[in-house]
């Protein structure tokens, strides 16, 4: 048994769940780890989130976005139990009904699914954002999607962008950002898509829809869980679904019709740049090449992002910088996996 081990041991046995059956329910991008707790009486489970301090991770803004949450009435999980210090939590476990399992095992319900998701937004966005989130600024957003050029260009072409391209770049991308403004910030969870969303039809209304993976939860423009939502990396939402659940958040919270549409092609084109970043970069450095089998989906996102007029002078400037995904492209990033620095 390893040191961490022991301490999760421990974490369990302080909280009560000592004889619990431990299984492991899932790992993600980052360094975080899942498991499962079932007692072996009643059958009750939890989950145990472990976040290695050690390696980065960090349970308090899980801890604050989570009560929050709750506090909203919404169905984030609740935490049973915590020790921030070592980086573990006891979870509500809200079940394995995650949308992208339940759509493909019940297709009939996946335009029930994304409204209830939509109409959490709207419902979300009616609330005062927390005074200690950090905002998602036009220079944060510009440099973060900056990343497709740090690490996809590289690995797809062998060949570094400059750092005068990459000023120029994001001078031009955060113009267009700058733009969108003024508006009010509300809480954004940004990664609000299918494979954080859960459904739960046993309770009432938004309450249905539970949430998970918040934690890097921002200030930022009301239209960006919604490009998070309909723009999934890791599945096709229909275009006329997509196109009714922007249409109806529009006309729910009464924005600007052309400049919320405008905002979410600009959040589109700039999540969607990052995430070819990361990407490219969990593929290069964190040894994960099946991220690479996602570009595609991204790419083709991207486009129908920049095809919006108001982004002409950044659609340039990805035409000139960045290579188009192709296959071959793609085998060339995952034949690199893990061949960065790790230093």
């Not at 129908?304 to 192709?326: M, Q, S, W």
């Not at 085998?331 to 790790?342: F, H």
Request: net charge negative; with cysteine.
């Amino acid at each position: 048994m390893t040191d961490r081990q022991a301490l999760a041991t421990a974490f369990v046995a302080a909280a009560g769940w000592g004889a619990a059956r431990r299984d492991v329910l899932a790992g993600d991008a980052s360094n975080r780890r899942y498991d499962r707790l079932t007692d072996p009486v009643s059958g009750t489970r939890a989950v145990l989130m472990d976040a290695p301090p050690d390696k980065g991770e960090d349970v308090r803004p899980f801890i604050r976005v989570a009560r929050h949450l709750t506090s909203l009435g919404l169905s984030a999980p609740r935490i049973l139990a915590e020790d921030a210090t070592a980086g573990f939590l006891l979870l509500e476990d809200l079940g394995d009904d995650l949308f992208a399992r339940a759509i493909p095992a019940a297709p009939q319900i996946e335009e029930q699914l994304y409204t209830a998701a939509t109409d959490l937004l709207v419902a979300l966005h009616q609330h005062t954002t927390p005074g200690d989130l950090a905002v998602y600024d036009p220079p944060t957003m510009a440099n973060l999607a900056a990343l497709a050029l740090d690490w996809y260009v590289p690995a797809a072409t062998g060949a570094p962008v400059s750092l005068a391209e990459r000023d120029a770049f994001c001078a031009v991308f955060e113009t267009i950002l700058a733009a969108m403004e003024p508006f009010t910030p509300v809480l954004i969870q940004r990664d609000y898509h299918a494979e954080n969303l859960l459904w739960l039809p046993q309770r009432e209304g938004i309450a249905r829809v539970g949430l998970l993976d918040f934690q890097d939860a921002m200030a930022g423009h009301p239209a960006y869980d919604l490009v998070s939502l309909l723009e999934d990396a890791r599945r096709d939402v229909p275009p006329a679904l997509q196109a009714a659940m922007l249409t109806r958040y529009i006309t729910a919270t009464g924005q600007d019709e052309a400049r919320f549409r405008m905002a979410f092609a600009a959040l589109g084109a700039q999540r969607n740049l990052r995430i070819i970043g990361v990407f490219a970069r969990l593929c290069v450095r964190d040894g994960k090449p099946h991220y690479i089998d996602l570009l595609p989906r991204v790419w083709a996102h991207l486009m129908n992002d920049l095809a919006h007029p108001g982004l002409a002078p950044l659609r340039r400037k990805v035409e000139t910088l960045l290579p188009p995904v192709t296959a071959a492209i793609s085998q060339r990033i995952r034949e690199k996996c893990m061949t960065a620095p790790t230093h």
